[in-house]
């Protein structure tokens, strides 16, 4: 097992190494469609419509589209279908399956094959109607227990993801002294985001007392310590960058990203207050030639108020242990020390099964100065995180305007 303190220096070196690769790829198309209730839609109908309207946010048809990468919880060979809806012949097809960082983790391959001339447009894509499906949260959790098994896990009966996020929260609480109160903050600031974002599905008001005071779900986390369950779509198209340049959108390259995993099961996890993200981020900062001081902004999963304070600590922003300090006083809400997930993350804006994509998504928007009430002043860079399983895969990307080539 590799933990933080024991990362290779090879392994590390592997972001250098992609160097050659930094802004070689631009996103030259975003979109979501469906986000929060789509009664009536299934998971290809909100992934179709989002795949369109993407492409034609890039000044591109369906025809011009010869790279697919898409995967899904419910379906192993989702790619697929995909295909058939979408009417494509692709050249180059990613199925991978990481959870909710696999978009970010597609990142990477898809840039490789564009460089190669394997394919010219890459559309990345996800949809998932796990709110008003009849098919929802709770039955995909009993199937996995077949598709899926975690047998140091499973026998327990745990709730799971959230008894595994209550685990590194509590050991995080243990170690370093984190307060509820400070896990509090995090879904305060993502509320705060939400409420300048109409896309967002929670804009109503929230306070500290009132995430202490919801309902219990796993010690220490109550309700509003866990994601959204909403319906949703969304869609990006990757091309080369001497390509991006002559369409509508403004590029936003791509200046670095890697994926690490290090576990799958949170009992396998070698220290539950250290994540992947730490090699995942230092590879993809290396890849770029940055750091986090660089960055504008910091779009996070935030799956639970917990994965806040791991990424922030684990991809630079602040030290081991000094996550509930650094976002104590509305550090990481609208006029805080770093935007942080500015759309109102996964907590309050959109979380439909996986939610990496949405984040990319967001960073593409402040990155064009497409953000509407909540545009960042300063939108050079981004760094944009994704989170898989429990704890288990890690994903980062840097992504940038042409300023910051």
Known sequence: MTTAGQIPRSTLDAGAVNRGLRGRVAIAGAATYGCGESPGMDDMTLLVRAAHAAVADAGLTMQDIDGIATCSVSASMWAMPVVEHLGLNPSYVDGTMLGGSSFIAHLLPAIRALEAGQCKAVLVCYGSAQRSASFGRREMQAARRFLDPQPYEFPYEPVLPVTAYALAAARHMHEFGTTRTQLAEVAVAARAWAQRNPEAFRRDPLTVDDVLAARPIAS???????????????????????????????????????????????????????????????????MAGLGPADMDMA?????????????????????????????????????????????????????????????????????????????????????VHGNGGTLSSQSTAVLGTADAL
């Open 299 to 383: 779009q996070l999963y935030d799956a639970f108020t917990i994965n806040t304070l791991l990424f922030l600590e684990d991809l630079g922003f602040c030290a081991k242990g000094e996550g509930g300090p650094f976002v104590e006083g509305g550090a990481i809400a609208p006029g805080g020390r770093l935007a942080v997930n500015t759309n109102g993350g996964g907590l309050s804006c959109v979380h439909p099964g996986m939610y990496g994509i949405f984040a990319l998504i967001e960073a593409v928007r402040q990155l064009r100065g497409q953000a509407g009430q909540r545009q960042l002043a300063t939108h050079r860079t981004a760094v």
């Open 220 to 286: 220490p986390l109550g309700v509003l310590d866990c994601c959204l369950v909403t319906d949703g779509g969304g869609a990006l198209v990757l091309v080369r960058a001497d390509r991006a340049r002559d369409l509508p959108q403004p590029p936003v390259y791509v200046l670095g990203t890697a994926t690490a995993m290090w576990h799958r099961q949170i009992s396998c996890m070698p220290v539950l207050t250290t994540t992947a993200a730490a090699q995942s981020g230092a590879q993809a900062f290396a």
